[in-house]
């Protein structure tokens, strides 16, 4: 039986967007402040995950909520397990959109709203294929679950207590990416380069610098507080620099006091260079001016080491793999403040053929001048499942039947949960030609890319289950 899959979603059409749009209302970023054993990642994120069980257990499905982290829609019988692992919790909205991030908007066939393309969007198409599956009454031989996180943005805190309580799928994907396929994940860790304190000495007295909003997003806004002797100076080259930087802000001087507000441009963390980062940008400035102690070798650090080092290759860490490309470095988080001194968190995504220790002995070899501590985070290793893998053929096979182009592996430098399972891979839901806005202002899916890869979705899942 040949099924339209394509006629089967225009039918579902306004259902499957009256449904995202209930989920994209949620403000569901992760909130420690408020977060409570009842809430472990804070109120939004589990609002989120119960909004979307509820959407599941209203269809039928047998649904499963596990300790407000995470979740499951599943149909089926079989021993072998799929998985179809989306995630409903998002990255902080920034500065910059032109609308409410949280009351989604559909203009000029664009969804616009924060988690439409990252990860919502995605997560309910790969679900109302599922559906579609289950309407048609199609015969199948193993079960699917739609496993639902709140901590994919974070530290996957919802995925670790998940797979502690409930069984591993044998294979599957998750819908958080780019078609064709994406059979290959970078490494994923983060290194923390602390200062010291010690603001004396100079003719500018740093007060603070605060940069960035998450590890794995471009920081777009930057701030520094500081006393200067010199501010007529700076606030004269101030406007100069704006003028040959792509970047824009305001510098402001009460008494001797000057605050420096600089705004870039945001991007996902795996892709620095695809941003501008405020941060960088603005200790590049500040490092032309005398800031004492530890503050003047901060900025000078990452002016000479960080800015727009987007591979690392002045910390000696720069390194190719053929298949699964270059390492790449995100500096996400800046801040100084003299009572706690100063932090900077650099993300690396790196491929096989590097390690996250020997990342943090060589920034620590390459930075002991400047008297600096090294932290490293737990991270993620490289991920990778071979081309000939039926899983990654039969994917790229719906795909080429449904685009009619050429379907071919990819790696990319961003960690998706399609990595947790040994034979897992992300499969869209942007296509070649989307233009990609994950972790940027006035994020949108463009609704044919919504509904083209929900059809893509359904005759996927249904080929690895039938």
Known sequence: MEINWKKEVEARKEALLEDLFTILRIDSVRDDAKATPEMPVGPGP??????????????????????????????????????????????????????DPFEPILKDDRIYARGSSDDKGPSMAAYYAIKIIRDLGLPVSKRVRMIIGTDEESGWQCMTHYLQHEEMPDFGFSPDADFPIINGEKGNISLYVRFRGDVAGGKNELISFDAGLRENMVPQDATAIFKSQEAEQIEKDFFEFLENNPVTGTLDVEGDQVTIQLVGKASHGMNPAGGRNAGTYLATFLNNYSFGGDAGEYFRLIAEYIHLEHTAEKLGLSHTDPVMGELTMNAGVFTFAPEVGGTIALNFRYPVGVTAEGLEIKTEAMLSEFGVTIEKSAGKLPHYVPADDPLVKTLLDVYEKHTGLKGKERSIGGGTYGRLMERGVAYGALFPDSIDTMHQANEFLALDDLLRATAIYADAIYELIK
């Open 46 to 99: 589990k609002e989120a995950l119960e909004a979307f069980l509820a959407i599941g257990k209203r269809d039928g499905f047998v649904t499963k909520n596990v300790g407000n982290l995470a979740g499951h829609i599943e149909y089926g019988e079989g021993d072998e397990l799929m998985g179809v692992l989306g995630h409903v919790d998002v990255v902080p909205t920034g500065t910059g959109w032109d609308t």
